[in-house]
């Protein structure tokens, strides 16, 4: 007994717990939570792209007053998993879909990495795992327009490459509905599919991909050629539960409309992310400049571009400005002296421009435009347009709504998006909390509606439909073809 006892008070000397005896929780720290209250709100200031916007009264969010909560949860907090929802509860009330606190990493083990297997010696659907092309089951209609009296399916294969149909209206007109689901290629498995063939003769796992969305634009615009052909009175394109993705939807704004197309002024944080991306874009068109032997009209357009984002790489190296003052109160965002934020040319390419449709060479063109990629489809479709939005409508589909609303393209039908806007135009490392190790997912971009707000507010419908207590999903889709009746006939 004598060595035992002897044993327990080496190991409690050397603070390991004898065997069999339980260990203590580590102390509540509510002071280290404190400090990671700060610390929190010192990185937002640092590399928050959407702070100025959040901290005006235009944004509907009382910063100041949210701050003050998130301090007396912290004061009144009794564990660490009070103290992690009183910081989580602090950025979910910036109603950013983008913004969010991240569990700590974990250790990973210290394995080699796999070979990767070339996708091209694969069957077909082996083959699209491999490229990275995933199932994620949003294919339906956000609601379900194809269990009512008149619809149509263009496709109507198990596997479908695109949901798309013809609805005849009670009063008799007829509507084209286009299914997006996401705005990234690598999200439609039939597509690939359907394309494995010519995909295994791509030279290259990225040249795979870029052949599989051309071949996406191909499938959407040939749905807008076919609505074309057969009359349709308008087109009805579903971007409901629509989580975003890539640049898309900026550029297929163009297959709608044969106008001119407007993107927005897109700006970046002046943090080391959005200096990263003006970084690329200035080495982009600067190669453009010096190895592809531009003409004299190319030259001026990339020469003025060049020197644009030269002179916002300078901007962001100045010291940035002190936002500390969105903790204390609200100032309007048109009056706003400073921002924070970089100008990084728009949405859709460091210059969006007629002036750019006339280049013959395609990669200056595509240097300065990235919708010269789907120029051949622009204008399949050359009549009224509605875009369908709900709360689960994000990101890049966001974008997609604010073109089509901001251009006077489409009407916005449905309820109100999330929320998300402009998310993250380059990769950066997240900013680690000091006590808890929580990571800071923060956009560092945004993107400003025709009326100058930031497009994080989300997009408001031109015609609203609300869900109602109690209502089937089937009726609800009843009343948005309802709205759509009564409007196209106002049209």
Known sequence: MAGMRGTVFMLALLGVAAPG?????????????????????????QDYAHLAWVGSPQSGVDLPALDAAAGRALAEARTDTQARQALRTFLAGFQDGHLSLLDP?????????????????LGASAGCAALGVADEGRHDFSLPLETLTGYHPLNDDADPVLRAGILTLPDGHTVGLLRLHEFDALRYPGLCHALWPQLRQADSPDDMRGTLAQGWVAVIAASLRRFQQDGVDAVLVDVGD????????????????????????????????????????????????????????????????????????????????????????????????????????????????????????????????WSQDVREHW?????????????????????????????????????????????????????????????????????????????????RPDLPVEPRRGESARARAQRLVDTLIGDIALH
């Open 21 to 45: 005896a339980s260990v203590a929780a580590p102390a509540f720290d509510r002071s280290a939570w404190q400090a990671d209250h700060v610390a929190l709100k010192r990185a937002l200031e």
């Open 105 to 121: 990493l974990e250790q990973a083990p210290d394995t080699a990495s796999p070979t990767a297997v070339d996708p091209r010696t």
């Open 242 to 369: 629509n989580p975003g993705g890539d640049d898309s939807g900026d550029t297929l704004t163009r297959l709608f409309t044969p106008e001119p197309v407007a993107s927005a002024v897109l700006q970046v944080s002046q943090s080391p992310a959005g200096k990263s991306y003006l970084d690329e874009q200035y080495a982009r068109l600067d190669d453009a400049l010096r190895n592809h032997r531009p003409d004299a009209a190319a030259r001026r357009l990339l020469t003025t571009e060049r020197q644009t984002f030269q002179a916002s790489r300078q901007a962001a190296a100045l010291p940035a400005c002190d936002l500390s003052w969105a903790w204390q109160l609200q100032r309007d965002w048109n009056g706003q002296t400073c921002r924070r934020l970089v100008p990084a040319g728009t949405s859709g390419g460091p210059m969006p421009s007629p002036a750019v449709d006339t280049l013959d060479d395609f990669l200056i063109a595509h240097r300065l435009d």
């Open 379 to 459: 204008g399949d479709w050359k009549g009224p347009v509605y875009v369908l939005t709900n709360a689960k409508t994000a990101s890049s589909a966001e974008m997609f709504a604010a073109r089509m609303q901001d251009n006077r393209i489409a009407r916005i039908v449905g309820t109100h998006s999330g929320g998300y806007g402009c998310g993250f135009m380059s990769a950066q490392a997240m900013p680690e909390l000091p006590h808890s190790h929580l990571r800071l997912r923060v956009p560092n971009c945004v993107r400003l509606r025709a009326d100058g707000s930031d497009e994080v507010a989300g997009i």
